[in-house]
């Protein structure tokens, strides 16, 4: 016989997600046990990499009020550069970003959602610092990043009876005779076990750390890309509920994939980054000029501000010779203050005092790479530079095959350098479906799975193509809070 655990409530997957599904279905009295595949010294999931969420505010007064010991200089920048994001902003930049494909019903929860969520998980203990760095992709990060917000979710959740079972790897869920799910199967240290329950959340993840699947959904090739997240992330969640009758929802065939490091390593472990971690992502580029091998430029860098191109950029990266490109600056970044986070975590690139110097390091052909600077530098129209990362300067290039349309520095002034990256997954969009209002799944016969919520990544419906960033952590705790009520009341409900 398997072992047997009986729960109210049983979630899957210990990310930001299913860890404010947890608290969340806790506060309403529900027994509730998290299963999660990752051992403990290596608990947190993609969730513990990250470092910001996005959600709407009304006037800085709305972020200081998440911040500990508030430093007014900081706000004061955060004034300058975004004194406001109103809800309808948020919206605009999902529908803008996804090209309208994101479900309205789903981005109406998200939107409308978002900053309660925040300050639930403030009121849980959670805080917020300012972001004031050049390359920001948003006014705020947690405190302590992912890493620390994930510490704190666990530590909440243990104190308020949730127990937490790792190397617990869900693979089957439990159907009984009327449709309703009744539990999962887990494989675990010991052997198979059954976790028994009224209501099963899965927030488990994507594909991104499947190979298979990548290939299957993302196409030819996408089964050697490096994954920016953990390895645990295998699309469990995604087959066990579509072998149910699950309804499968959103993009398959994208996904966010971003400019990494040329060097950065096939995954990422939690224990790597306790302290902020050496970071791999290199978001310079709407700064730079980026050519490939061939020496030649294949992307407008600078079409958005980098928050809201950087989860596709990796898809241009990786369809150059090799799956590679250069971030190219001349001295001007350095002047900007524009290259600190790459000094602060040990870039991959290289200096010279001439162009054709820099060519040879980079075994780019030398004379186009000169040609493209050429042009590049001559194509750059009149206007105010300014590198802020919220707002675009319309500092644009004209008549080149393809230009650029802000944020055009010229690239002339030694010593030049030179960055490498190559394309990295951060997360899948494909999933499944839900009621908006409630998280419970969807059959492909039209009706709620009884008994069966999802949150997180494996939500599907919300994200196609690109993504504003910030936005997985922020749905994650919206979908992962509304899943976790709502699988709690259905657990107290009478059979
Ligand atoms: C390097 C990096 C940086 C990022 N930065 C940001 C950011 O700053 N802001 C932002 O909004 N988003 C960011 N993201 C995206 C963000 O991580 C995700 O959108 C979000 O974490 C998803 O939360 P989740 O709970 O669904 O998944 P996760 O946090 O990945 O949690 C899923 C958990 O499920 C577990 N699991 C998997 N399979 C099983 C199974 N069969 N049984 C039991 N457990 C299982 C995993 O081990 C994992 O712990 C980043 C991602 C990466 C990789």
Same mark, same amino acid.
């Given at each position: 016989m398997e072992d047997e655990y009986y729960y109210d409530v049983v979630v899957v997957g210990g990310g930001n997600a299913g860890l404010c599904a947890a608290q969340a279905a806790l506060d309403l009295g529900a027994s509730v046990a998290v299963l999660e595949k990752a051992p403990r010294d290596e608990r947190g999931g993609n969730s513990a990499l990250t470092g910001h969420m996005r959600f709407p505010y009304e006037n800085v007064d709305e972020l200081a009020v998440l911040i500990d010991d508030p430093n007014p200089d900081d706000l004061a920048v955060i004034h300058d550069r975004l004194p406001r994001r109103g809800k309808e902003d948020l919206w605009d930049e999902v529908i803008r970003t996804t090209a309208g494909k994101a479900d309205k019903d789903l981005l109406t929860t998200h939107v409308e959602n978002a900053y309660p969520t925040i300050k639930w998980l403030r009121g849980k203990g959670h805080a917020w610092v300012p972001n004031i760095a050049a390359t920001a992709g948003n006014t705020t990060q947690m405190a302590g990043r992912g890493y620390r917000l994930q510490e704190r979710h666990f530590g909440n959740v243990e104190k308020s009876g949730g127990q937490i079972h790792y190397e617990a790897s869900m693979t089957d869920i439990i159907v009984n005779r009327r449709g309703e799910v009744d539990g999962v199967r887990a494989f675990t240290p010991e052997g198979f076990t059954t976790f028994r329950a009224k209501a099963v959340i899965l927030a488990c993840g994507g594909f991104e750390a499947n190979p298979e699947m990548r290939a299957k959904?993302?196409?030819?090739?996408?089964?050697?890309v490096k994954n920016?997240?953990?390895?645990?992330?295998?699309g469990d969640g995604i087959n066990a509920a579509l072998a149910i009758g699950a309804m499968p929802y959103g993009s398959f065939t994208s996904c966010h994939a971003s400019p990494q490091d040329i060097d950065r390593p096939a995954y990422t472990l939690p224990s790597s980054v306790p302290n902020g971690g050496m970071r791999t992502s290199r978001y310079a580029y709407p700064y730079s000029i980026m050519v490939n091998l061939e020496g030649e430029r294949f992307v407008d860098e600078g079409s958005d501000v980098r928050g809201r191109t950087y989860a596709k950029m990796g898809w241009s990266v990786r369809a150059q010779t090799g799956g590679v490109a250069y971030q190219l600056f001349d001295s001007k970044a350095r002047g900007l203050g524009l290259l600190e986070d790459y000094d602060r975590n040990n870039a991959t690139g290289v200096t010279a005092a001439t162009l054709d110097e820099l060519a040879t390091k980079i075994g780019v052909p030398a004379e186009k790479l000169r040609a493209t600077v050429t042009q590049y530098n001559a194509a750059i129209q009149p206007g105010k530079l300014d590198p802020s990362p919220f707002t675009l300067d319309g500092k644009h290039t004209s008549g080149l095959a393809i230009d650029k349309?802000?944020?055009?520095?010229?690239? $002339? $002034?030694?010593p030049f350098e030179a960055y490498g990256v190559c394309c990295a997954i951060t997360f899948t969009f494909g999933g499944l479906r839900v009621d908006a209002k409630t998280a419970q799944v969807q059959h492909t016969a039209g009706r709620p799975i009884p008994g069966l919520y999802t949150a997180g990544e494996m939500l599907g419906g919300l994200w196609h193509g690109n993504y504003p960033s910030g936005s997985g952590m922020m749905a994650g705790a919206v979908f992962g809070r509304i899943a976790g009520e709502h699988a709690a009341r259905s657990a107290a409900a009478p059979a």
């Open positions: 959904y993302l196409g030819a090739g996408w089964d050697t920016r997240g953990v390895p645990y992330n295998t349309s802000n944020y055009s520095i010229s690239i $002339e $002034e030694g």
